[in-house]
């Protein structure tokens, strides 16, 4: 493969429509991962607020947030499973279909979930109903992130390939700050009326920003390295078990890295939960310290993933992973003392600024993991067999949460745990941000 294909170029002059492709696929990566995770995270905000008070109001409140938490894991029970077959077809049939499929997914099934009877209307059927949803979603997740970063990542210039793919991250942000804003007002209505029909309108309103996100993919075009593979029928017949046979340690890196998630969704579900229904904090409080941290971080992802273009894909990961480990300790303090002043200064550090520097840099980390042959499913099911442990992070710490004031301190330390679980495990990895695109993943 020659090394102008390789670094995402055409082998001859460069069209108009090549030097825009790149930021096409970031600008197409960015909106998609907006409208995919404004679904999956309206779920999160949902199952803290609401779904234990209309989906499970028989049992015991504490086991209530415990069951609304649990059915936001089950999402992650599928990906894994969604990762293995849509990886196939990402790496066998283009990436491009992929992202066509998961979006559509997507939409259908948090639509669905706005359209659910509750507990007091049909019994038990009606959480059964919403864990099938969120299933479905957890499919579509699987596929939705390591299609997109591999697609941006096979466009890039050489020497950008974290800043461009990291777009990819920042329209997850900006899909939770969407879903946070939409939430934002429903929260100030009276609690009769947020659990008869106020809690359904963010989900009916996930048909419009999916057709949005449709309408800027349909042109997408597919990456040149996945192109000439199949072009020259280089593309690995079974991309599944060729990835285990000759990358199965990269894999497992991907797995334990992907652990920093959990600080995430114990940030964005379980603090929010557990500052509204423990501490008693005002919800538009919580919500706007969520919107803030999300707004500081869409600047402070792509910033990070430039640095990591200069310096390199590990020592950017590793600090925002361990600075992250040390944050949760503040915050997690700061809500249990409810001083609203030092919970927005924490929770802006901890997940604007320092848990972005990981979340920014894995996009290109995890993906110059591998050849190009087997990117997305290696993306794929590394990460979701990782996310799926952040996935249950908010029902497990609900399960671990003490009474009293330092209730909190077994929940910070799950949460730094996971995240050095994830820097020891980046420390083992290859650093690749000055290695060609034909030579990713080679040994």
């Known amino acids: 493969m020659s090394q102008a294909i390789a670094s995402g170029a ?3 002059a460069p069209t108009a429509e090549g030097a825009r492709a790149p930021r096409k696929a970031a600008l197409a990566s960015w909106i998609g991962s907006a409208v995919e995770y404004y679904d999956f995270f309206i779920y999160g905000t949902a199952a803290a607020l609401v779904f234990g008070k209309i989906f499970f109001p028989s049992v015991d409140p504490k086991l209530a947030t415990i069951a609304a938490f ?3 894991g089950v999402g992650y029970i599928t990906r894994p499973l969604g990762a293995v077959a849509l990886g196939h077809i990402g790496d066998k049939f283009g990436r491009k279909k992929v992202l066509t499929f998961t979006l559509l997914l997507m939409g ?7 359209c659910l009877p509750t507990y007091d209307q049909i019994g038990i059927l009606s959480p059964i109903l919403l864990v099938v949803a969120r299933l479905l979603q957890g499919v579509s997740a699987a596929g939705e992130q390591a299609g997109a970063n591999s697609m941006t990542l096979e466009h890039a210039p050489a020497h950008r390939r974290a800043f461009f793919t990291s777009f990819t991250l920042s329209g997850t942000q900006a899909g939770l700050i969407l879903a946070t804003l939409v939430f934002l007002p429903i929260a100030q209505l009276p609690e009769a009326q947020l659990l008869s029909w106020g809690w359904r309108i963010p989900f009916f309103l996930s048909a419009v920003v999916v057709a949005v996100g449709f309408w800027v993919r349909r042109t997408l075009p597919e990456t040149p390295v996945f192109e000439q593979e199949d072009k020259a029928q280089e593309t ?27 600080v995430s969704t114990i940030f964005s579900v379980f603090t929010l939960s557990y500052a509204v229904n423990t501490m008693k904090i005002d919800r538009s409080t919580m919500l706007t310290v969520l919107i803030l941290a999300n707004v500081v971080a869409l600047a402070a992802i792509p910033a990070w993933a430039a640095l990591s273009d200069r310096i390199g894909r590990r020592p950017v990961f590793i600090l925002g992973a361990l600075g992250s480990a040390a944050l949760i300790w503040p915050y997690l303090w700061a809500l249990s003392q409810v001083n609203i002043p030092l919970i927005f200064t924490f929770g802006i550090l901890l997940s604007g600024v320092v848990y972005s520097a990981a979340n920014g840099v894995w996009p290109a980390l995890y993906g110059e993991m591998f050849d190009t042959r087997v990117r997305l499913s290696g993306m794929a099911i590394g990460t979701q067999i990782g996310f799926a442990l952040a996935g249950f992070a908010p029902s497990i710490s609900a399960a671990v949460l003490g009474d009293g004031p330092t ?13 050095a679980v994830a820097a020891v495990s980046v420390f083992t990895a290859r650093e690749t941000y000055r290695t060609p695109m034909d030579q990713l993943g080679r040994r």
Do not use: E, K, N, Y
């Open 10 to 12: 055409l082998p001859h």
């Open 70 to 72: 649990a059915t936001f």
């Open 108 to 114: 259908i099934s948090t639509f669905m979930i706005g």
């Open 236 to 262: 690995a017949g079974l991309p599944v078990a060729t990835l285990f046979r000759t990358q199965w340690d990269d894999v497992l890196r991907v797995i334990f890295a992907a652990l920093v998630a959990v």
């Open 407 to 419: 209730g909190w301190i077994p929940v910070a330390a799950f949460t730094t745990a996971a995240a």
